[in-house]
């Protein structure tokens, strides 16, 4: 995707052998890249949501390993440094997704060769999900097109956090078919929510729509389900941080919610993601396991000022605790359909393995 013209991904390696991320943390008041040079540096860029989003954070992983072994490739060091970056983040199951691909592919190889293949294989998991989110846009289109036939008008379109482009390494999964039936000419409105805590919607989706000259319009949380009563909602596509083998969705806290108010709307609902965001050994989703995030996230907000200056100001009175649950799970049954590279199919155990019948089996 590109920004002022120019085209970026989120992350790419440098010949230094360090590798470059947008700091998602300055998004939208300032663009500025960082190069993370050690393992240390890949794992505070997750933790810290310097890079964010199920399919970009298993890819920082994938990189975070690989520098970790330049100097050492023992079988120790290995397992140390998986271990170091599987904890930043629990919920995404592409992080430890990713980790336990690089990890095959370079513990049977000499200790010399290690560190080659392990960068190496970080750069082809990059370039699938590349492929792979745009194979997400091209199905999902489809449905907006449909959709865009039914109601004869302008597509309204709702998404919540953000799952585009800054979510993967380039395209993002709910997000791609909007910019792919953009891209086709079909005539598309986004409502944004802002996703509390950190906003991710108001800053990053709202950054991204505006950058690729899609139209959308940045709504509180709590605007989704009054809009799908007066039918100003034809669609709601969202992202998944880790999906189990029977279609329930883990997504940032406040899909389900959104998930119950389409229900009871007749409004469609579904979730875009790649078959890296799977977990086959999951069956129920209350088993995920659900990060808890610093009690600030929600206690402070960050904004610019009239002055130009970013500002951090405390919105909860001193004293009061409060809870950072950062996401929900979304049961299948309320799912219309999951969006994958593979096509569309139910969100249930049979229709993922009508897509995937090699990892059912």
Known sequence: MKIAGT??????????????????????FEFVTLELASLEDAAHAIRTMVVRGAPLIG???????????RAEASD?????????????????????????????????????????????EAGRICEEDVAQCRAIGEHGAKLIRERSAEVRRRVNV??????GWLACVDWGTALAPIYVAHDAGIELHVW?????????????????????????????????GHLM??????????????????????????????????????????AALPVSTIDWSLEDGRAIEIEARDA??????????AAGTLERVRVVPEGSPALNLAFDVTPGRLVTGLITERGVCAASRA???QLYPERAA
């Open 158 to 163: 709702l998404t919540h956090c953000n799952a």
């Open 351 to 353: 229709g993922l393995a």
């Open 76 to 120: 120790e060091r290995i397992a140390a440094a998986a271990e170091a970056l599987r904890a930043t983040r629990p919920t995404a199951v592409n992080l430890a997704w990713a980790l336990a691909r690089v990890r095959r592919v370079i513990e049977p190889l000499p200790v010399p060769q290690r560190a080659a293949a392990a960068f190496a």
């Open 229 to 270: 009563q007066h039918g100003e909602v034809d669609l709601v596509i969202v992202g998944s941080d880790r999906t189990t083998a029977t279609g329930d969705v883990c997504n940032k806290v406040g899909t389900y919610l959104k998930a119950l108010a389409a229900r009871d709307n007749g409004v469609p609902f579904y």
């Open 192 to 224: 944004v929510d802002e996703t509390r805590p950190r906003n991710q919607g108001a800053s990053l989706t709202a950054f991204e729509l505006g950058a690729h000259g899609v139209p959308h319009t940045v709504i509180v949380d709590n605007l989704g």
């Open 7 to 28: 085209a970026y991904r989120t992350l790419w390696p440098l010949p230094s052998g360090a590798v470059c991320v947008i700091d998602q943390s300055r998004l939208p």
């Open 296 to 305: 600030a996230e929600v206690t402070h907000l960050t904004g610019r000022t």
């Open 59 to 69: 890819a920082t992983a994938a990189y975070g390993l690989a520098l970790a072994l």
